[in-house]
Structure formats: structure tokens, C-alpha cells
């Protein structure tokens, strides 16, 4: 199966929506939602097949080729093996009672099967040595492991491995702060597999990673359902090979990144594909991450703290709820560029994209707001951008070229670097400089030549520059920018009113200032 993750030349917003709507899928591999999981309950929105029109996909397709699918999720309870841990010593009873062993606090899997485990390990650990090709079930029902040595659960072999959370059960497990084995290919999570790895079910996981992370697959991993909680010394969760999230609640408090997929050398790995479910992220450094490709289709990720909230090489949002604060560039889609000839540290476009089709997503970033070091794309949805207060950054910032073609875009942020829409752009816009810095909670309101009322935005920081694209704001029109007035909406885009507003500014729809210091693209 082939991701062409990085397709070249892109000439117009049409071949760029095809790019990103191939990332991650081949034809043949469309699988919707419920024939992956089984679980028809949750809402998915329209997600990407093999046409350049994502609004054509069929709601909860899932267009990736992954380990996971509605199987995992049927069994046989009467071949269940039921584990019972103490530290005392641990009991297998049950059809697979003779592939469990015990050794001290450790207790050992040898073979594919469905095990039950409930109990207690003070200081041991759940080891899974089980080469057949068949997966293991693991069904963590009131189970609590912490290791003083190394992982709580350890999967050093198997063809793959479901984590099972049981219906009201409340599992945790956590690791020590230092590890036996500290070698550079050694485990360093909480809970850490070699082979593929998915956590579903009704119940709920603690995960505390001491050392270093708090759940880390070296293959895939799917996050299927469940209430899943991490806290990680280092990075919450990874899946080397791809980060599949079909569902359920996880939240994730990291020093490191928070959610990611970490495959650098395999251009048809190291993506993260959020379907549906809520993700609820504080990151040290990056929230979500992706290698090659990050795609959000539904559900809603929420980055309350990070240096950067969303990054990889490619970003597309075509659904959900997308909530971005960021120390630095909010949404970052970041790959190899090169500098321009004659100085001045200008960069060419690089081979990645950002590209918004749908969904709600609001930013707040103290860097750039969205930032590509390639193109930016909005051809739907809602993006509300509360930009930087300080120069040196913008609320929209391209080395190639910012399209709009659809949905509504709100950019705020400083003056100093701002940048308009390009020329590719077929829906109208404006951009206008206030003068000096608004402060935040100011309603800012656009009206037309005739008085009529088009838009009002409340910044959540001072505000120097709005960038507003729209379908009803037509180009060569003239606008009228107020500050004042009344607003509904706390920050963001809303309802208001002109009453007592103080116009700043007139501005001509289809006029960019490149001379504020905006970056390519600003015309």
C-alpha cells in the first residue's frame, strides 16, 4: 500500500485537497467506522476516500490500512482465561491457564488467547511473550500493576494486542522513575509494546509513565473507546507507525509531546488520523504530532498547552472541533526549506501543507497562528485565529502561497508580520491594520459600504491586524472597521451590534499590505 504523502507541484487548491485527501489510504482499503470497530454509537464526520472531494466520502469511512478491525472486538467468554493478580503470588485459571506463568511479580503470556485480569501488583509485571499469529486479548477488569523495574505491561512479541478495559472497571498502571535496562533500544513506557497495540472498551485506564513515556507501541496503535488518562514524564502516547483514534476519551498531561506517531523513514507510516472521540491534550513540547501526515476528521482534540499544538508535514481538518494553544506556531506544518539567493533569510515553499475543509477550529498561539513552510489551503470550515500580540510573528504565515476558496477565517494578531490571502484565493477577504493594538475582549466589527453589519470578532489578546475571509465579503467592496460595540460571543466569531462602536479603518476587500511586514503571499 503506498501514502504519497508528498506530492509535488501542487498548482491549485483542487490538487492540494487531492494530496492531503490521499495521505494515509489506498483504493481497496476503505473501511467505515463500524466495520472496524463495531461500535455504531459514537458520531464520525465525512472522512477522506481515494476522490479529491472529501464532502463526497460517505460518513465514517476509514480510509487507512491498519491491524485493527471489529474481530478484536468478538470473542468466545467461555475461552476466556481469567488472571488473578497479588502479589502473594498470581492465579491463571481457565482454557489458557498452561500458557501463564509466574515467576515472582512477573507474569508471563506465552500464548494467543483472551485473558481476563483482575488484581493487584504492588511491584511486578504483565509480560507478553506470544509469537503466534492470533492476538491477545487482554481484558483489564479492576486491574493494578506498578512495576519498580521497567513497564507495567510489556509486550516483547505478538501479532497483536487488544487492551480490553472492562464495563465499569477502573484500571492503573505505572512504572518507576528508573528503569533496570536504560539501553537505547530498551522499553521506556508504562505501557510498552513491540507489536501492534489497541486500547477499546467501556472502562477506564490510568497510565503513569515515571520514566520516560506513558504508552508507546512500536508498531501501530488505535485508540478505539475507553477512558484512557496519562501522565508522562516524557511523551504521553505514540505509536511508531501510525496513531488511529476511532473513539473514546483520552486525556494526556506530557512533559514531551503529548499524542504522536514517530515513523521518520517509511513514507506510508508515521501519520495520526483522529475519527472521532476527545482527545484533551497539555504538552511540554508538541500536542499532537505527526511524521508525515496529521488528519483530523471529527470528534475534538483540545491542546490546552503545548510549544506547538498540532505538527507534521502535512495537516488537513475536514471535520470535528479543533481547540490549539500553543506557545509557539499553533498549527505547524513544518518540513525541509530552503533559503531564497540575495540575503534577507527568506525561505522557498517546502513540500508540506496545511489544509482546512471543514470542522471548527479556534487557535491561540503566541508564534505564528497557521504556519506552513509550504501552502496553506481553506476551502471550509470555521477558523478563528487568535494570533501573536508581539512582532515577529503573524496569525497566518506561508512560504507559498494562502488559498481560500470557502468556509470563514478570522486571523488575528500583531501587525508587524502580517499576511494576507494569495492569489490562488477565490472568495473575498480583507485585512486591516488598527492602528495601535486593541485590547482583548474588544468586539471588532466589519460592516459594509451600506452599513449593513458582515462579521464581528472578539480577540482574546490585543489584537494590531485581522485578516476576515468570507463568502459574503465581496472584493473591490469597500468595509468599514469598528471597534466597540456590542458582541454575544466571549472570543471568536459572533453576533453584535454597531451600537457605540468607533470606526478605525476603511479597507477594500481583495487589498493585502505586504508592506506591514507580511511574509510570501501578503499582497
Same mark, same amino acid.
Given at each position: 500500500?503506498?501514502?504519497?504523502?508528498?506530492?509535488?507541484?501542487?498548482?491549485?487548491?483542487?490538487?492540494?485537497?487531492?494530496?492531503?485527501?490521499?495521505?494515509?489510504?489506498?483504493?481497496?482499503?476503505?473501511?467505515?467506522?463500524?466495520?472496524?470497530?463495531?461500535?455504531?454509537?459514537?458520531?464520525?464526520?465525512?472522512?477522506?476516500?481515494?476522490?479529491?472531494?472529501?464532502?463526497?466520502?460517505?460518513?465514517?469511512?476509514?480510509?487507512?490500512?491498519?491491524?485493527?478491525?471489529?474481530?478484536?472486538?468478538?470473542?468466545?467468554?467461555?475461552?476466556?482465561?481469567?488472571?488473578?493478580?497479588?502479589?502473594?503470588?498470581?492465579?491463571?485459571?481457565?482454557?489458557?491457564?498452561?500458557?501463564?506463568?509466574?515467576?515472582?511479580?512477573?507474569?508471563?503470556?506465552?500464548?494467543?488467547?483472551?485473558?481476563?485480569?483482575?488484581?493487584?501488583?504492588?511491584?511486578?509485571?504483565?509480560?507478553?511473550?506470544?509469537?503466534?499469529?492470533?492476538?491477545?486479548?487482554?481484558?483489564?477488569?479492576?486491574?493494578?500493576?506498578?512495576?519498580?523495574?521497567?513497564?507495567?505491561?510489556?509486550?516483547?512479541?505478538?501479532?497483536?494486542?487488544?487492551?480490553?478495559?472492562?464495563?465499569?472497571?477502573?484500571?492503573?498502571?505505572?512504572?518507576?522513575?528508573?528503569?533496570?535496562?536504560?539501553?537505547?533500544?530498551?522499553?521506556?513506557?508504562?505501557?510498552?509494546?513491540?507489536?501492534?497495540?489497541?486500547?477499546?472498551?467501556?472502562?477506564?485506564?490510568?497510565?503513569?509513565?515515571?520514566?520516560? $513515556?506513558?504508552? #508507546?507501541?512500536?508498531?501501530? +496503535?488505535?485508540?478505539?473507546? %475507553?477512558?484512557? /488518562? =496519562?501522565? &508522562?514524564? @516524557? *511523551? !504521553?502516547?505514540?505509536?511508531?507507525?501510525?496513531?488511529?483514534?476511532?473513539?473514546?476519551?483520552?486525556?494526556?498531561?506530557?512533559?514531551?509531546?503529548?499524542?504522536?506517531?514517530?515513523? $521518520?523513514?517509511? #513514507?506510508?507510516?508515521?501519520? +495520526?488520523?483522529?475519527?472521532? %472521540?476527545?482527545? /484533551? =491534550?497539555? &504538552?511540554? @513540547? *508538541? !500536542?499532537?504530532?505527526?511524521?508525515?501526515?496529521?488528519?483530523?476528521?471529527?470528534?475534538?482534540?483540545?491542546?490546552?498547552?503545548?510549544?506547538?499544538?498540532?505538527?507534521?508535514?502535512?495537516?488537513?481538518?475536514?471535520?470535528?472541533?479543533?481547540?490549539?494553544?500553543?506557545?509557539?506556531?499553533?498549527?505547524?506544518? &513544518?518540513?525541509?526549506?530552503?533559503?531564497?539567493?540575495?540575503?534577507?533569510?527568506?525561505?522557498?515553499?517546502?513540500?508540506?501543507?496545511?489544509?482546512?475543509?471543514?470542522?471548527?477550529?479556534?487557535?491561540?498561539?503566541?508564534?505564528?497562528?497557521?504556519?506552513?513552510?509550504?501552502?496553506?489551503?481553506?476551502?471550509?470550515?470555521?477558523?478563528?485565529?487568535?494570533?501573536?500580540?508581539?512582532?515577529?510573528?503573524?496569525?497566518?504565515?506561508?512560504?507559498?502561497?494562502?488559498?481560500?476558496?470557502?468556509?470563514?477565517?478570522?486571523?488575528?494578531?500583531?501587525?508587524?508580520?502580517?499576511?494576507?490571502?494569495?492569489?490562488?484565493?477565490?472568495?473575498?477577504?480583507?485585512?486591516?491594520?488598527?492602528?495601535?493594538?486593541?485590547?482583548?475582549?474588544?468586539?471588532?466589527?466589519?460592516?459594509?459600504?451600506?452599513?449593513?453589519?458582515?462579521?464581528?470578532?472578539?480577540?482574546?489578546?490585543?489584537?494590531?491586524?485581522?485578516?476576515?475571509?468570507?463568502?459574503?465579503?465581496?472584493?473591490?467592496?469597500?468595509?468599514?472597521?469598528?471597534?466597540?460595540?456590542?458582541?454575544?460571543?466571549?472570543?471568536?466569531?459572533?453576533?453584535?451590534?454597531?451600537?457605540?462602536?468607533?470606526?478605525?479603518?476603511?479597507?477594500?476587500?481583495?487589498?493585502?499590505?505586504?508592506?506591514?511586514?507580511?511574509?510570501?503571499?501578503?499582497?
Amino acid at each position: 500500500m503506498t501514502f504519497p504523502f508528498r506530492p509535488k507541484a501542487l498548482a491549485s487548491v483542487a490538487v492540494l485537497a487531492l494530496a492531503a485527501a490521499l495521505a494515509g489510504c489506498s483504493a481497496g482499503s476503505t473501511k467505515t467506522v463500524s466495520e472496524v470497530t463495531g461500535n455504531t454509537t459514537f458520531q464520525s464526520a465525512a472522512v477522506p476516500s481515494s476522490s479529491p472531494d472529501r464532502s463526497t466520502a460517505a460518513p465514517g469511512e476509514v480510509t487507512e490500512d491498519t491491524h485493527f478491525d471489529a474481530r478484536d472486538l468478538k470473542w468466545d467468554a467461555a475461552a476466556e482465561t481469567t488472571l488473578t493478580l497479588a502479589d502473594s503470588g498470581s492465579l491463571a485459571e481457565g482454557a489458557n491457564a498452561a500458557a501463564v506463568s509466574v515467576s515472582g511479580g512477573t507474569v508471563r503470556i506465552s500464548a494467543a488467547g483472551t485473558y481476563r485480569v483482575s488484581g493487584t501488583l504492588g511491584d511486578g509485571q504483565l509480560v507478553v511473550d506470544a509469537p503466534a499469529k492470533d492476538p491477545v486479548r487482554i481484558i483489564l477488569d479492576g486491574a493494578q500493576i506498578a512495576s519498580f523495574t521497567g513497564p507495567a505491561i510489556l509486550v516483547n512479541e505478538a501479532d497483536e494486542v487488544l487492551l480490553h478495559l472492562a464495563q465499569g472497571s477502573s484500571n492503573a498502571v505505572s512504572d518507576a522513575p528508573d528503569y533496570a535496562d536504560t539501553g537505547a533500544d530498551a522499553p521506556n513506557a508504562a505501557i510498552y509494546s513491540m507489536a501492534d497495540l489497541a486500547i477499546a472498551g467501556e472502562g477506564a485506564l490510568t497510565v503513569e509513565g515515571n520514566y520516560q $513515556d506513558g504508552i #508507546a507501541s512500536k508498531g501501530g +496503535l488505535v485508540l478505539d473507546s %475507553g477512558r484512557v /488518562t =496519562v501522565a &508522562a514524564a @516524557d *511523551d !504521553g502516547i505514540k505509536g511508531k507507525n501510525y496513531v488511529l483514534v476511532l473513539g473514546g476519551n483520552c486525556t494526556v498531561t506530557a512533559a514531551g509531546d503529548g499524542i504522536g506517531s514517530t515513523n $521518520d523513514t517509511d #513514507a506510508d507510516r508515521g501519520w +495520526l488520523h483522529q475519527y472521532a %472521540g476527545q482527545l /484533551t =491534550v497539555s &504538552a511540554g @513540547d *508538541d !500536542g499532537l504530532k505527526a511524521q508525515t501526515a496529521l488528519s483530523i476528521s471529527g470528534g475534538t482534540a483540545v491542546v490546552s498547552d503545548s510549544t506547538e499544538a498540532l505538527e507534521a508535514a502535512d495537516i488537513h481538518i475536514s471535520g470535528g472541533t479543533v481547540d490549539a494553544t500553543a506557545s509557539d506556531d499553533g498549527l505547524n506544518a &513544518a518540513g525541509a526549506a530552503s533559503p531564497l539567493g540575495g540575503g534577507g533569510g527568506a525561505e522557498q515553499a517546502g513540500d508540506v501543507h496545511l489544509a482546512i475543509s471543514g470542522g471548527s477550529v479556534t487557535v491561540h498561539a503566541e508564534g505564528d497562528g497557521l504556519d506552513s513552510n509550504g501552502d496553506i489551503a481553506i476551502s471550509g470550515g470555521q477558523i478563528v485565529v487568535n494570533g501573536p500580540a508581539a512582532g515577529g510573528n503573524g496569525s497566518n504565515d506561508a512560504n507559498g502561497d494562502v488559498a481560500v476558496t470557502g468556509g470563514v477565517l478570522a486571523a488575528a494578531g500583531s501587525d508587524s508580520m502580517a499576511q494576507g490571502l494569495g492569489g490562488s484565493s477565490t472568495q473575498g477577504g480583507l485585512q486591516v491594520s488598527l492602528g495601535s493594538a486593541v485590547p482583548a475582549g474588544t468586539a471588532i466589527q466589519v460592516a459594509d459600504s451600506a452599513g449593513k453589519l458582515v462579521a464581528t470578532f472578539v480577540a482574546s489578546k490585543p489584537t494590531g491586524n485581522l485578516v476576515y475571509s468570507a463568502k459574503d465579503i465581496e472584493n473591490g467592496r469597500s468595509y468599514t472597521i469598528s471597534t466597540g460595540g456590542s458582541a454575544e460571543e466571549a472570543a471568536g466569531l459572533g453576533a453584535g451590534s454597531l451600537d457605540g462602536a468607533v470606526p478605525v479603518a476603511t479597507v477594500t476587500a481583495g487589498q493585502y499590505a505586504s508592506g506591514l511586514g507580511g511574509g510570501p503571499g501578503g499582497r
